[in-house]
C-alpha cells in the first residue's frame, strides 16, 4: 500500500498549526516547513510528533518545492497551516492512495469560514488552488515566483469530492495584513516579468477585481461577507500595481538637497 507525506507550510502560526496537524495526524508522515517562526509554532509542531524543516522564505515558490524534497513517501498531500482536512477528505485520500488511481494529482476543494458564515460564492467555493494531492515527481512549482506560485503538472490530474476546511482570518486585521504583504509580493513579482506600472493601470485592474468578484463570481450572494472579499480583491490589487509603479519611478528616494526649489 502507497504512504503519505503532508506537509503543512507555517510562519508564526502558533494559534493555528495544531489543528492543522491534528487533521492529519493519520498519515504516515507530517511536515512542518517552518520559516523563522518566532512563535511556538516549531515547539508545539514537535510536540505533536510532526518534523519540522527549517527554511528561509525566498518566496512560496522555491518553498513549496523544498518542502516537496523533505517528503519521503510516494503520495504528497500539501496543507496549509489555516486549513483543515475533513474526515470526509481523509477517507477520500486513503481510497485514493490505496489502490489502483486513475490520476497522479488531484485539486481538492476548499470551504472557506469567513465572518461567522461559510461562503458559497465570491469564488471563495470550491476555490481549487494547484493540486494538493498528488504523486512525487508530478509536481514541480516555479522557483522564482514570489506568490501565487506557477506550477508543472507532469501527468493526468483529478477532483476530490470532498472538501477541506479553511480558516483564512480570524478577524480584519489579519486579512489586511495579508493584504498588504502579497500586495508586496506580487509587485515584485511584476517588476521580474516585466510589468508597466501605472496609477491608472493599478485602478482599472483594481476595479476589474471587485467587479469579477461580486457579479461574475456572485459574491453578492454571501451577503456583507461577498463585499469585504470583493473589497480586499480591489485593495489588493491596487496596491500591487501601485507598489510596483512606486518600485519603478523610486518615489521612496528624495531628490538630493541641492536640486530641491524651495520656496
Not at 482599472?204 to 456583507?224: K, M, N, T
Request: charged share 25%; glycine share 8%; aromatic share 14%.
Amino acid at each position: 500500500m502507497s504512504k503519505l507525506s503532508v506537509y503543512i507550510l507555517a510562519y508564526n502560526e502558533e494559534p493555528k498549526v495544531e489543528a492543522a496537524i491534528k487533521s492529519v495526524t493519520w498519515a504516515d508522515e507530517v511536515i512542518v516547513v517552518d520559516s523563522g517562526s518566532t512563535d511556538k509554532t516549531a515547539r508545539i509542531s514537535k510536540k505533536l510528533g510532526a518534523k519540522v524543516v527549517e527554511a528561509p522564505f525566498e518566496g512560496f515558490g522555491r518553498l513549496r518545492n523544498m518542502a516537496i524534497a523533505a517528503c519521503k513517501n510516494e503520495w504528497i498531500f500539501s496543507l496549509d497551516a489555516d486549513e483543515r482536512c475533513t474526515p470526509g477528505a481523509a477517507e477520500e485520500i486513503k481510497s485514493i492512495i490505496g489502490k489502483a488511481h486513475p490520476f497522479d494529482a488531484y485539486y481538492v476543494p476548499r470551504r472557506n469560514w469567513f465572518m461567522g458564515k461559510w461562503i458559497r460564492h465570491s469564488g471563495w467555493y470550491p476555490d481549487y488552488r494547484q493540486p494538493q494531492l498528488f504523486k512525487r515527481e508530478t509536481l514541480i512549482f516555479h522557483d522564482e515566483d514570489e506568490v501565487h506560485e506557477g506550477y508543472e503538472i507532469i501527468g493526468t490530474t483529478g477532483y476530490l469530492k470532498n472538501p477541506i476546511w479553511q480558516f483564512p482570518f480570524k478577524n480584519f486585521a489579519q486579512l489586511q495584513n495579508k493584504a498588504n504583504r502579497y500586495s508586496s509580493l506580487g509587485a515584485v513579482k511584476l517588476q521580474r516579468r516585466k510589468v508597466r506600472g501605472g496609477m491608472t493601470k493599478a485602478l482599472c485592474h483594481a476595479v476589474g477585481a471587485f467587479l469579477r468578484i461580486y457579479f461574475l463570481e456572485r459574491g453578492f450572494l454571501d451577503g456583507w461577507a461577498g463585499f469585504v472579499i470583493a473589497l480586499g480583491n480591489f485593495e489588493g490589487t491596487f496596491y500591487r500595481y501601485a507598489k510596483l509603479t512606486e518600485i519603478r519611478l523610486r518615489w521612496d528616494r528624495p531628490p538630493a538637497d541641492h536640486n530641491l526649489n524651495l520656496p
